[in-house]
């Protein structure tokens, strides 16, 4: 998506808020799509909630403070390299294996409790 497109949907997403009460998006997209948002006058997270996915650093400077889901991408790096390395040294394709590495809630300012919400 590009920039122009990401500010839009934004706007959109504000403009359609009665619709929604929560958005999950990656940090990146949601530094982008803010803009449309504010210029719309949609408030987080008193009209929108909102998660972030990543948990990249900027998700803390935002204004509120997004609550992001955070993955371990050291853990992921080494479940990915052993893989890969049985894959090369086996060369057998069947063999790999599913792994699920747990994700991690981390709660910041950018969700309003449901019950909340509706008082």
Do not use: W
């Not at 982008?32 to 949609?42: F, P, T, V």
């Amino acid at each position: 998506m590009h920039f122009k497109e990401t500010i839009e949907c934004g706007v959109f997403i504000a403009a359609n808020r009665a619709r929604q009460s929560a958005l999950i998006t990656t940090d990146f997209s949601m530094s982008i799509m803010i803009k449309g948002m504010d210029a719309s006058g949609l408030r987080i997270p008193e009209d929108l909630s909102i998660i972030a996915f990543n948990n990249t650093m900027q998700s803390r400077f935002f204004r509120p403070p997004l609550t992001s889901i955070a993955l371990d991408t050291k853990l992921m790096a080494r479940y990915g390299l052993d893989v890969m390395l049985e894959l090369i040294n086996n060369k057998d394709l069947t063999k790999a294996k599913t792994v699920i590495i747990p994700p991690e809630l981390i709660q910041r300012e950018s969700v309003m409790p449901f019950a909340q919400k509706n008082t």
